[in-house]
């Protein structure tokens, strides 16, 4: 079985984002295409859930490694589940459910695009799709409260507890609040609820990456760039915990075949900069709530994934137990600083490269380099 938000043996974090969608809408070739996994193959059953790595496009690591000419670099990395096909039906079943409870985030892939060779039922409407498919999710979490709320009142007939109560009132709260057809992910609760609503690993409250999979067009950069405001989803975007973007998934199954020269003339060709699928990915980083701070150097330069607002002394932990055992200081500096510096020793001498203590905020982009006693 996947557990959520696992860490990595180094200690970073591993974040599972699931893709779902109503039959033929293009999920599985876009996991196919981001994981790079199973390329050409049908996989055999529809309803088992299928694991894949996608790596982390960053720039700025790009060019911290063309400064120091590593012998490997390493970018940081999301985790994709193809979930199949979603619906009522699915939702029962446990090779479904299971796996679906399990991921961190959800991005949930809209048919936009017209294909004679894939039949649709009826026409084209995105937003219809999102409505029906949160509202599956919404009965599923409405029908685990509810089984749960029978259990509870049974045992606050037998002994009276406080934190019982609490979870009962919670629980009739979020209730009452999917009874009002609106997501979990929307209802405001304090951090003492979150931890006790974290267990029941509710559909409804994950983040939700709307994608919307649009026709070929001559105009495709506008198209994707318009797609949101097309298909009526900037009201839905801007909720709690929600993002939304378009992407051509013909364009990136080409994409896909090609060398990057090649690949970067034919985006060139669509007035594009880069694939819609790097824009995804990060977007997906984003929206779990993660950051990147850097190590450098001739052996390494690396990407580790913390979440945001992580302390120095926890970030020293995603690369090594140890570290964050034996933590003094971590030598910290921004990323396009060390490259203006363009030595460590230039940046110290400029007064730019920093000693943080253990309480110390990593931010976005931090490079570090972790002082210890072990």
């Excluded at 982390?56 to 670099?73: E, G, H, I, N, S």
């Excluded at 959800?106 to 936009?112: I, Q, S």
């Excluded at 009965?139 to 109560?165: F, G, N, P, Y």
């Excluded at 909720?239 to 364009?251: L, T």
Aim: proline residues 3%.
């Amino acid at each position: 079985m996947m557990r959520a938000c696992r860490l990595r043996e180094a200690g970073e974090l591993v974040m599972k984002t699931g893709i779902i969608g109503l039959p033929q809408v293009g999920k599985s070739s876009l996991f196919r295409i981001l994981t790079k996994s199973l390329a050409g193959h049908a996989f055999s059953n529809p309803r088992e859930a299928h694991v894949g790595v996608a790596k982390v496009p960053d720039q700025r690591l790009d060019r911290l490694a063309a400064l120091y000419q590593p012998k490997k670099l390493v970018h940081a990395s999301v985790e994709y589940v193809d979930l199949g096909a979603i619906g009522q039906e699915a939702l029962k079943e446990t090779t479904y459910l299971g796996p679906l409870r399990q991921v961190d985030a959800v991005a949930h892939v809209l048919r936009a695009f017209e294909d004679s060779a894939v039949p649709s039922v009826g026409n084209l409407d995105p937003l219809a799709d999102i409505k029906n498919v949160e509202l599956d999710l919404m009965v599923s979490d409405l029908a685990q409260i509810e089984k749960r709320l029978e259990r509870l009142a049974k045992d606050l007939k037998k002994t009276r507890s406080a934190e019982l109560e609490r979870e009962h009132d919670l629980l009739e709260k979020a209730k009452a609040h999917l009874e009002s057809e609106r997501p979990l992910r929307d209802m405001e609760i304090n951090s003492e609820d979150k931890k006790r609503i974290r267990g029941f690993m509710f559909l409804s409250e994950k983040p939700m990456l709307y994608v919307l999979n649009i026709s070929e067009s001559g105009d495709l950069g506008r198209e994707l760039e318009n797609a949101v405001s097309k298909y009526q989803l900037s009201e839905i975007s801007s909720r709690p915990r929600v993002a939304s973007m378009a992407i051509c998934g013909k364009v990136e199954a080409e994409l896909a075949e090609m060398s990057d020269a090649d690949a970067q003339e034919f985006l060139s060709s669509y007035g594009l900069k880069e694939s819609g699928l790097m824009r995804l990915i990060r977007t997906t980083y984003g929206l779990l709530g993660l950051i990147s701070f850097f190590t450098v150097g001739e052996d390494e330069c690396r990407a580790w994934t913390i979440a945001a607002s992580t302390r120095a002394v926890e970030a020293a932990g995603a690369i090594h137990s140890d570290l964050e055992k034996h933590f003094i200081r971590a030598e910290t500096i921004r990323w396009d600083q060390l490259l203006e510096a363009g030595s460590e020793a230039n940046a110290r001498s400029r007064g730019t490269l920093r000693l943080e203590g253990k309480d110390y905020l990593v931010q976005d982009g931090d490079v570090m380099h972790i002082r210890h006693s072990g």
